[in-house]
């Protein structure tokens, strides 16, 4: 289940991520006339703004601005956040790592005879 589809059955509203790569950095401010600026890199030269889903024709309207380079929308949909998911993968990665130390004993075991 993805976060904006609980947003959308709570009633709230939905937000979509934008990473933005900037050809000027210091014009990164004017981009807060889309939506709202969460994160800026100098040295990299991009920021992630979000918006509310339903402007997705804001995002032409952004990638025509003189000081923008590349759009690319965040990946957040694609992300599994289900809590029995989360769940098996922290099990599954107990599992190795009592299987790793296990063997790193052993081995520990055999270099001191």
């Given at each position: 289940?993805?976060?904006?589809?609980?947003?959308?059955?709570?009633?709230?509203?939905q937000?979509?991520?934008?990473i933005?790569?900037l050809?000027?950095?210091?014009?990164?401010?004017?981009?807060?006339y889309?939506g709202?600026i969460?994160?800026?890199s100098?040295k990299?030269?991009?920021?992630v703004?979000?918006?509310?889903s339903d402007?997705?024709?804001?995002?032409?309207?952004?990638?025509?601005?003189?000081?923008v380079?590349?759009?690319?929308?965040?990946?957040?949909?694609?992300?599994?956040?289900?809590?029995?998911y989360?769940?098996?993968?922290?099990?599954k990665?107990?599992?190795?790592?009592?299987a790793?130390?296990?063997?790193?004993?052993?081995?520990?075991?055999?270099?001191?005879n």
């Amino acid at each position: 289940m993805s976060i904006n589809q609980d947003l959308k059955e709570a009633g709230l509203t939905q937000r979509m991520g934008l990473i933005v790569y900037l050809v000027n950095p210091r014009e990164q401010y004017k981009l807060r006339y889309y939506g709202d600026i969460v994160y800026f890199s100098n040295k990299m030269n991009y920021c992630v703004i979000y918006l509310n889903s339903d402007d997705e024709d804001l995002i032409d309207e952004i990638k025509e601005l003189s000081f923008v380079k590349k759009v690319e929308k965040a990946a957040t949909e694609s992300l599994n956040l289900d809590s029995q998911y989360i769940e098996n993968q922290i099990a599954k990665m107990a599992e190795e790592t009592e299987a790793e130390l296990e063997k790193r004993q052993t081995e520990g075991v055999e270099l001191l005879n």
